[in-house]
């Protein structure tokens, strides 16, 4: 089975990476596909370009087989709509069960996404949420695919709905961006070498902290 894992990653943290590895194990995944959208439909355009995030990403999974960072999105003009990657993904792998995995925040806005029914055509998606998290409601399209054992996807190739509680990490890629343009140190929050490509780049600054730094060479 190949999950599918997608988001800015703006810049990728912990909180991230815990969560997949953590369902890679959980599902017995042969690989965790972790893929920066290029053009989010459903936020602001990222403030640091797709090249570098995926950079950031290639560096956080650099020691991990199984998480693998995937750059289609990023290579598909227009916005990235995940029913587009998991029809690519479907065409690539006939023969392949696919899992998407989304968290619960994400869920709740589901019915917004860009032909989301359609996501089920070619993969089961996954809720990632905290313990003792409890089932929304949820339209009959969505409770006729629900099931209880996640052991049910390897059934079928995709059209299963499953919610399974992951470790919260409460981490955030805004809290970690507001750290950085504060001047305080982001670290154990997301892996050394990603600090340090942040750093290098001078990323995440305010406007007047970029200026000091080109002016200082830092």
């Not at 587009?84 to 968290?103: K, M, S």
């Not at 470790?167 to 890629?173: N, R, V």
């Not at 070498?193 to 002016?215: F, N």
Request: charged share 25%; aromatic share 8%; glycine share 6%.
């Amino acid at each position: 089975m190949i999950g599918i894992y997608g988001g800015t990653f703006n810049p990728v943290h912990y909180g991230h990476l815990r969560t997949a590895l953590e369902v890679k194990e959980l599902f017995e995944l042969d690989q965790l596909r972790l893929i920066p959208c290029r053009l989010p439909p459903h936020r602001d355009q990222p403030d640091v370009d797709g090249e570098m995030r995926l950079a950031m990403l290639h560096l956080a999974v650099a020691d991990s087989p199984g998480l693998q960072v995937d750059r289609r999105e990023l290579d598909r003009a227009g916005p990235s709509y995940m029913v587009d990657t998991l029809q690519a993904l479907r065409a690539e792998n006939p023969d392949t069960r696919l899992i998407l995995f989304i968290g619960a925040d994400a869920f709740a806005g589901l019915e917004s996404w860009h032909q989301w029914q359609r996501l089920f055509d070619y993969a089961h998606l996954v809720v990632m949420t905290r313990p003792a998290y409890g089932l929304p409601d949820m339209p009959a399209f969505l409770c006729q695919r629900l099931c209880e054992d996640r052991r049910q996807l390897r059934q079928q190739f995709g059209g299963r709905l499953f919610f399974q509680a992951v470790t919260g990490l409460d981490i955030s890629a805004t809290q970690i961006r507001n750290l950085i343009r504060a001047g305080r140190d982001p670290q154990f929050l997301l892996p050394d070498r990603v600090i340090a490509y942040i750093r290098q780049h001078q990323l995440y600054l305010s406007s007047t902290q970029d200026i000091e730094c080109k002016q200082n060479n830092c």
